[in-house]
């Protein structure tokens, strides 16, 4: 064991050792760290400690796994109205399986269920339906306003509309996600319509362009959510950086995560008959945290640009005499301008 004198001995040496790499490098460490891309990143991660990103994602996911079966419920019953039950099952399953990797023939079971009972579903049970369901939306606009540094809720009577429209408009998202992905099927037919050429070209491109098409639209919706979301005044050119590394993070997850379940996963031996249920409960935590943190970068990247302090609150668009500052420099004609 080490005596007082030993351990003053290798401090004083550990000291030095860093005075000196300072001395040396620190020049350059500081040069690297002034670089945009590596500030924000450094910026971005410490936000996401303070914020305690971790717990609030599991919150989300927490929500999501409640709210789902009633917005499938809530989909069904609309659906039920133009479609057959056969291509309600094949569409819905086919789309929450572009979203929920894994979770495919547990969803699709439970859909099997949700067609037999539709038929009693009316206004009032549909309406309960998105009402259980805006739960899940409600979660994140606090975790995307928190990540925000806004930590002022919307009142109830505009907080609440604004997340059953949140849910409606995911609603909206499934139907082109679906007739998306039935063109590129109906177009990888074309080998059997005695088109060779254009079969092949079109059947091994089809994976791309359904992948394209995914990706797309995950950026259209990280977009609309980053913008419409926060509880403060935001901007497109602060909020499509984040945007974008949220899309890229979303769809490379998932298919990363497709390609452990497929070829490594042995989860059902651990969980049994609720392994479907953890792996939608796994998969429902990492889309939130990629949420959230896309949250955090759009947050840190206006900040960066306005050179404001990491962490500033911002001012409540709906309690403006609120105790909070607002980081933005206020330019009414050039930031209205550029909205």
């Not at 050429?197 to 791309?208: L, P, S, T």
Request: hydrophobic share 50%; aromatic share 12%; charged share 15%.
């Amino acid at each position: 064991m080490l005596d007082h004198d030993s351990v003053r001995v290798v401090r004083n040496y550990i000291q030095r050792t860093g005075d000196r790499i300072n001395n040396r490098y620190g020049g350059i460490i500081d040069r690297i760290r002034r670089i945009f891309v590596v500030e924000l990143t450094i910026r971005v991660f410490r936000e996401m400690s303070e914020d305690d990103l971790t717990h609030m994602a599991a919150g989300v996911a927490y929500y999501a796994l409640f709210s789902l079966f009633p917005l499938v419920i809530g989909m069904i019953t609309v659906f039920s109205y133009f479609l057959e039950p056969e291509q309600i099952q094949a569409n819905i399953s086919g789309a929450i399986g572009g979203f929920l990797p894994g979770s495919e023939q547990f969803v699709q079971d439970n859909i099997e269920g949700i067609l037999n009972i539709r038929s009693a579903l009316g206004l009032f049970s549909f309406l309960g339906l998105l009402w259980s369901g805006s739960a899940m939306m409600g979660a994140l606009d606090r975790a995307i306003n928190r990540a925000w540094d806004i930590h002022n809720d919307r009142p109830f009577y505009i907080g609440k509309p604004r997340h059953i429209l949140m849910v409606i408009s995911v609603g909206i998202m499934f139907p082109i996600s679906m007739s998306s992905a039935a063109v590129v099927r109906t177009a990888q037919e074309l080998p059997n319509l005695n088109f060779p050429v254009v079969g092949f070209v079109i059947d091994n491109m089809g994976y791309i362009i359904l992948q394209g098409m995914s990706f797309f639209l995950m950026l259209m919706i990280f977009l609309m959510m980053y913008k419409m979301v926060p509880n403060t005044k935001t901007y497109w050119r602060y909020v499509w950086p984040g945007a974008l590394v949220a899309a890229i993070l979303f769809e490379t997850s998932k298919n990363l995560f497709i390609l452990y379940l497929e070829q490594f996963a042995s989860y059902q031996n651990v969980y049994g008959s609720v392994a479907p249920v953890i792996v939608l409960l796994f998969w429902a935590y990492v889309s939130s945290f990629i949420v959230l943190m896309g949250a955090e970068l759009c947050s840190e990247y206006e900040r960066l640009k306005h050179n404001v302090e990491r962490g500033t609150v911002r001012q409540d668009r709906h309690n403006p005499d609120a105790a909070a500052v607002q980081n933005v420099p206020v330019r009414a004609e050039t930031e209205d301008a550029a909205r």
